[in-house]
Nanobody, 127 residues
């Protein structure tokens, strides 16, 4: 079973930036879809961004397009989420997840297809 470890969360002021990291414990050479999700208190989990490591195709939720960037470092088996122009509504626990399909699923946003999840890292944006 692959282990995913997120890091990089913390408090930040509105308009600021953070970079989250998600390191996978194995399958560095295996093509996979890596996704970032978030869940705020009292709200449903939502997809933020995903990337297929085979060709670096990236997907974004409308709410973060133009502000967040997902990227991969295959040598480190790590995926990053660069978050700029943060807003108070970005406050949530952020999770990464992995799906070993041949591409990111069309329903990636819901997260149901993802097979392993990290423990999460908290992002708190103050206005």
């Amino acid at each position: 079973q692959v282990q995913l470890v997120e890091s990089g969360g913390g408090p930040v002021q509105a308009g600021g930036s953070l970079r989250l990291s998600c390191a996978a414990s194995k399958y560095a050479n295996r093509r996979k879809c890596m996704g970032w999700f978030r869940q705020a208190p009292g709200k449903k989990r939502e997809g933020v961004a995903a990337i297929y490591t085979g060709d670096s195709t990236a997907y974004y939720a409308d709410s973060v397009k133009g502000r967040f960037t997902i990227a991969q470092d295959n040598a480190k088996n790590t995926v990053y989420l660069q978050m700029d122009s943060l807003k108070s509504e970005d406050t949530a626990m952020y999770y990464c997840a992995v799906d070993f399909g041949y591409r990111c699923p069309s329903s990636w946003y819901g997260g149901a297809d993802f097979e392993a999840w990290g423990q999460g890292t908290q992002v708190t944006v103050s206005s």
